[in-house]
């Protein structure tokens, strides 16, 4: 290898390293800004705590970055006080002046006011790239707090999901957390779902004055019963009000499960705001035997009629239908915090086995092979007096599957394929030779569907468009190989155990199978729109359940509140008005300083101006911050200046671009036991959430 110099190649120096391990994200403070109330005849500023607040103006001039913008900003404030004094000077003048009147004072004064509300936008969206590391302090007890600018949030998202992802796979639970028959034991963890976090679903509500009820039930075994989905998103809210909202008991993006027993079932909700998902509520939910739920989405705001029906099925607002055995239904509003039925209704005495929404019409299909369906209207008004009822066979509807234009409806050894606009039959195809065989599950996969069968280990892939049957996988064989690789006491844990499919899932290149047993599989399908054909072998996680798998639920963790780009080209004064401001009004005749009056003249184009980018300068701040210990702050700077200018007329085609967080596949059981680990976790029978993190 060459010794050579070559001075083009940049240098670097090794700074500091710390373990993996000991790294984590801290909290964002809140910075210090600034509200301002103009009366006719003061401006009155308030300021806002926060970690800036004992930073002088000396150190904030020695930073690069965010630090430069707090200085910029007090400096702004110091004339903004400057103007409204010499406002209040020229009042006193007794002659009349062209360019020194009052009038001109005050454009100048809103032209500095409208400049430090948009430095104050300029500086929140810097502090949401920033990237706040919590390390050891090198050579003594404590904390210290590193901060990297990451130039933008996809970015500072990107790198903290990696971090995250290191960080796991790391942990003993994921060494190893599958069996992968083609690495012999030496597995790829990059490619490998990891396991983020096992919890107990219930807990006792502090919030539900029923709370002997809850310690009653708690006593007793329960069962995951059935789950769902709520994507319920709050737009354009701030941090604060994301606070709020959960106070108040309304979470963004959550998933209800339902836990019971015969005489009483517990709902829980599960939400996946950082660090890791948690039981946030647990409340009664009031009917037995529950035996499926689905989640309906609110009515577009724009569709809804000016005067709303008074009647009492009118439900414009997303909600939680949750059907039982005993052939109830009970809606829950998603956003009352009250956790009280909205209404409960009765579909038929026979049992409810599936239900599933879709093109504003709720399908239910029944245990004796009926199968109802009620419409929405456009005001969001349900005509459950009103039912479309259509018999397709003598056994349960037992899986609901939406495809394209149509619902897949599953009856004993038979798919019937319903035209949701019509209501009507338009196909029909048979899964298995023997008329035995019952249907449990249905998963649709790119143009192909797969499909369980009650009590059985083996899964069948159809196509969505010819209904051809394409391919079959027995998932028994890959946990067989995977049990001979364990201990005997565990092994005599799956003696004489029936095996087959409880639960199915694709979703990101991978077909999720939960099993009697507790196990779970995770096979490779195209990640494209295609036939999903399974293409290579089945990996078998080691951490399951103790008793079946009842669900598999996808869904993305929150971001946190806040992470959000801000185009600075956006913003504009609360009336909507564009200000002007040239040295024909005085603002150059008033004795302003050069660099002073160019600012103020740009913020009269608020298109133009505060493109968002940081100093070229790469000095480090000496502010100091600690938790126990003295802090280093450190702004690297992330990229050429120039090379963002270049790419700001791709993020004005991209309002607050992001990307999506990261992916979760949860799965609900009894108990939580890894096959690695200890021995008495088999014990715990207490109904429980598994969560794996996709990368």
Same mark, same amino acid.
């Given at each position: 290898?060459s010794n ?6 940049p240098?670097?120096?090794l700074?500091?390293?710390v373990?993996?391990?000991d ?5 964002s403070?809140?910075a210090?800004?600034h ?6 005849a ?10 800036k607040?004992?930073?002088n103006h000396k ?5 690069s970055?965010?630090g430069?913008?707090?200085?910029e ?11 409204d004094q010499i406002g209040?000077?020229?009042?006193l003048?007794k002659g009349?002046y062209?360019?020194?009147?009052s009038s001109?004072?005050?454009k &100048?004064?809103?032209a500095?006011?409208?400049l430090?509300e948009r430095k104050?936008?300029?500086?929140r969206?810097a502090?949401s790239?920033k990237?706040q ?14 901060v990297f ?5 996809k970015?500072?998202t990107?790198w903290?999901a990696?971090l995250e992802?290191a960080k796991l796979?790391?942990?003993p639970r ?6 992968d028959?083609?690495?012999e034991?030496?597995l ?5 779902p990891?396991?983020m976090?096992s919890?107990?679903l219930t807990m006792?509500?502090?919030k539900?004055p029923?709370k002997?009820l809850?310690?009653?039930l708690?006593?007793?075994?329960l069962?995951?019963?059935?789950a769902?989905?709520?994507p319920?998103e709050?737009?354009?809210l701030?941090?604060k009000?994301h606070i709020k909202m959960?106070?108040s008991?309304?979470y963004?993006?959550?998933? &209800?499960?339902c836990?019971g027993?015969?005489?009483r079932s517990?709902?829980s ?8 998902p948690h039981?946030?509520e ?7 035997l529950?035996?499926c ?5 609110a009515?577009h705001?724009?569709a809804?009629t000016?005067?709303m029906s008074?009647?009492?099925f009118?439900?414009?607002d997303?909600?939680i239908w949750?059907a039982t055995?005993?052939g109830?239904?009970?809606v ?6 009250t956790?009280q ?5 009765k ?7 599936s239900?599933k929404?879709?093109?504003n ?5 029944l245990?004796d092979?009926t199968l109802?369906?009620?419409k929405?209207?456009q005001?969001g ?10 018999l397709l066979?003598a056994?349960?509807v037992?899986s609901l599957l ?10 004993g ?6 035209n949701?606009?019509?209501v009507?039959?338009?196909d029909?195809f048979?899964v298995?030779n023997d008329s035995?065989?019952r249907?449990q599950f249905m ?10 069968m009650?009590?059985k280990?083996?899964?069948?892939l159809?196509?969505t468009?010819?209904?051809q ?7 028994y064989?890959p946990?067989?190989r995977?049990?001979?690789g364990?201990e005997s006491?565990?092994k005599s844990?799956?003696h004489?155990?029936t095996?087959c499919?409880?639960?199915m899932l694709a979703?990101?290149?991978s077909?999720?199978v939960?099993?009697?047993?507790g196990?779970?599989l995770?096979?490779?399908?195209p990640?494209l ?5 399974i293409n290579?072998p089945a990996r078998v996680a080691?951490?399951?359940?103790v ?8 869904t ?7 992470w959000?780009f801000v185009r600075?080209d ?9 200000f002007s ?9 008033i004795g ?11 913020a009269t ?7 968002f980018t940081f100093a070229?300068?790469k000095e480090e =701040?000496?502010?100091?911050?600690t938790d126990?210990?003295e802090?280093d702050?450190?702004f690297l ?12 007329s791709e993020?004005?085609?991209?309002k607050?671009?992001?990307?999506g967080p990261p992916m ?5 059981g009894e108990?939580?036991?890894y096959?690695? =680990?200890d021995?008495?976790d ?9 969560a794996?993190?996709l =990368?």
């Open positions: 290898m050579s110099y070559d001075p083009a190649v240098k670097y120096k700074r500091w390293s373990p993996l391990v790294v984590d994200i801290a909290a403070p809140e210090a800004l509200s301002m109330d103009k009366t006719a003061r401006t009155t500023i308030t300021t806002t705590p926060g970690s607040r004992n930073m150190d904030m001039k020695t930073y970055g965010a430069k913008l707090y200085a900003r007090d400096d702004l404030m110091h004339d903004l006080a400057v103007a209040a000077q020229i009042k003048l009349t062209k360019t020194f009147n001109a004072v005050e &100048w004064t809103n500095i006011h409208t430090i104050e936008e300029e500086i969206a502090d790239c990237i590391l919590s390390l050891p302090a090198a050579g003594k007890s404590g904390r210290t707090i590193v600018n990451a130039g933008h949030e970015t500072k990107n903290i990696d992802m796979a790391l942990k994921n060494n190893p957390a599958w069996y028959p083609d690495e034991g030496k790829d963890i990059s490619g490998l990891l396991m976090k919890s107990p006792t509500s502090h539900q029923m002997g809850l310690d009653a708690m006593k007793t075994q069962v995951v019963q059935a769902v989905y709520c319920l709050f737009q354009d701030s941090p009000a959960a106070s008991g309304l963004e993006g959550s998933t &209800w499960v836990s027993e015969q005489k517990v709902l909700i599960v939400s996946f705001h950082p660090p890791t039981v946030v647990t409340f009664p939910a009031g009917e037995p529950v035996s739920m689905e989640f309906v989405p009515i705001k724009f809804r000016r005067k008074e009647s009492d009118c439900l414009p997303a909600t949750i055995e005993t109830r239904i009970s829950f509003k998603c956003e009352d915090k956790r039925p909205l209404f409960t209704f579909v038929s005495p026979s049992p409810i086995s239900v929404f879709m093109a019409r709720m399908f239910v299909g245990g092979g109802v369906v009620f929405r209207m005001d008004c349900w005509l459950l007096e009103e039912p479309h009822v259509s066979t056994a349960p037992s939406p495809v394209t234009n149509c619902m897949w409806c599953a009856s050894n038979a798919v019937f394929i319903i949701t606009n019509t009507q039959r338009q029909s048979t298995h035995k065989i249907v998963v649709r996969a790119g143009v192909g569907v797969w499909v369980s009650k009590n280990a083996t899964i069948r159809f196509h468009e010819t209904l049957y394409l391919q079959e996988i027995n998932i064989a946990i067989g995977m049990l001979q364990l006491r565990t844990f799956f004489n155990r095996v499919v409880t639960s979703c990101q290149g077909l999720w939960g099993t009697s047993v196990v779970t995770d096979l490779p399908v990640q729109e295609g036939v999903p054909l290579g080691y951490h399951t359940h008793g079946p798998v009842k669900c598999l639920i996808a993305r963790r929150k971001k946190l509140p806040g959000r600075p956006l913003l504009r004064s609360e009336d909507g008005d564009n401001l040239s040295s024909e009004d005085g603002a150059a005749d302003l300083d050069t660099s002073t009056a160019a600012s103020v003249a740009m184009k608020p298109q133009s101006y505060m493109a070229e300068d =701040g000496n502010d100091k911050q126990d210990a802090a702050f450190v700077e992330s990229g050429d200046a120039r090379e963002r200018d270049n790419s700001s993020r004005k085609n991209k607050n671009d992001s990307i979760l596949v949860l799965s609900a108990g939580h036991w096959l690695k =680990g021995d008495r088999r014990k715990n029978k207490e109904p429980s959430l598994v794996w993190q =990368g």
